[in-house]
């Protein structure tokens, strides 16, 4: 978060748990500020007020696990007197986050087949269910049974694919918690 006067308060039932930005200097960040909370209780993140620069203000929030549940990553002056996140502090279970980065490059594409890669999110994973459909179909739902179900390693080779047909890819994780 960006200083130049800007504040944005962590706040529990309206009562303000800390004021962000108060203390910080000016030039680059980012700046990692600390703010306990305690486990299984809501909490808000406030912009209070926009300062000399509200526009490169930036802010961040990470759980316990080091993930990102929130980030403020674009000009957001026009949020300025608004929460901008809501939440339940969970300090035991990780967030399951989807997989990013996914990708099949032409490269590994032939006649048949195809080599799809993908970044995992941190998180320990058992497998991946992964789910592959011709353009325009609809994407899979809870009850869809995978293409692929217990994919144990990345990048995997996607055999047996119908020439001349372009697929959409879609990638679950089974997590462990």
Known sequence: MAGKGGRMQVTKNGLVLATLGATLGTGLGPVNVPVPLCDNLPFELFWSEGGA???????AIRNPFNQTIYALT??????????LYTGLVDCTDPLCLPVTGVSVPNATITFNSAIINW???GVPTTAWDVYIVPQ?????TETTIPTYAGVIQV????PY????THFIQYIFARFVL
């Open 119 to 121: 970044t995992t999110s």
């Open 53 to 59: 620069a509200p526009d490169e203000m930036r802010i």
């Open 161 to 164: 694919l119908c020439r001349l």
């Open 74 to 83: 674009t000009n957001g002056q026009t949020s300025i007197g608004t929460v």
């Open 136 to 140: 325009g179909s609809p994407a899979p």
């Open 155 to 158: 990048p995997f080779r996607l």
